[in-house]
Nanobody, 134 residues
Framework: QVQLVESGGGAEQSGGSLRLSCAAS????????IGWFRQAPGKEREGVAC????????YYADSVKGRFTISTENAKNTVYLEMTRLKAEDPHVYYC???????????????????????????WGQGTQLTVSS
């Protein structure tokens, strides 16, 4: 099992930058695909970005491509989501999640819909809130 704890959320101005962290414990992130998801009040949770350090692969939602960067720091067993050029539509609760995947290369080479299927992810953090002011 893996436990996930997000941090780094807060208030930022439109156009600004912020970095979220997802610290994992209990297992190495090498065995997992890690996804960042977000959810606004009254709306469905949506996938933002995901990564497999073992496969060397990343994938982004169109809404954040070019603005957000997902990365891992294996020594700290931590995944980051660097968010730049924040927009009014970015405020949400952000969650990181982990899916234990035997062959992550196959995951990223297969149907993209699976990468952001939240039912594929067994472990979830508690979430961290992002607000953006104009």
């Amino acid at each position: 099992q893996v436990q996930l704890v997000e941090s780094g959320g807060g208030a930022e101005q439109s156009g600004g930058s912020l970095r979220l962290s997802c610290a994992a414990s209990g297992s190495s992130l090498d065995y997992y695909v890690i996804g960042w998801f977000r959810q606004a009040p009254g709306k469905e949770r949506e996938g933002v970005a995901c990564i497999s350090s073992r496969a060397g692969s990343t994938y982004y939602a169109d809404s954040v491509k070019g603005r957000f960067t997902i990365s891992t720091e294996n020594a700290k067993n931590t995944v980051y989501l660097e968010m730049t050029r924040l927009k009014a539509e970015d405020p949400h609760v952000y969650y990181c999640a982990a899916a234990r995947v035997e062959y992550p290369g196959g995951w990223f080479g297969g149907p993209k819909s699976r990468l952001f299927d939240e039912y594929q992810y067994e472990y979830w953090g508690q979430g961290t809130q992002l607000t953006v002011s104009s």
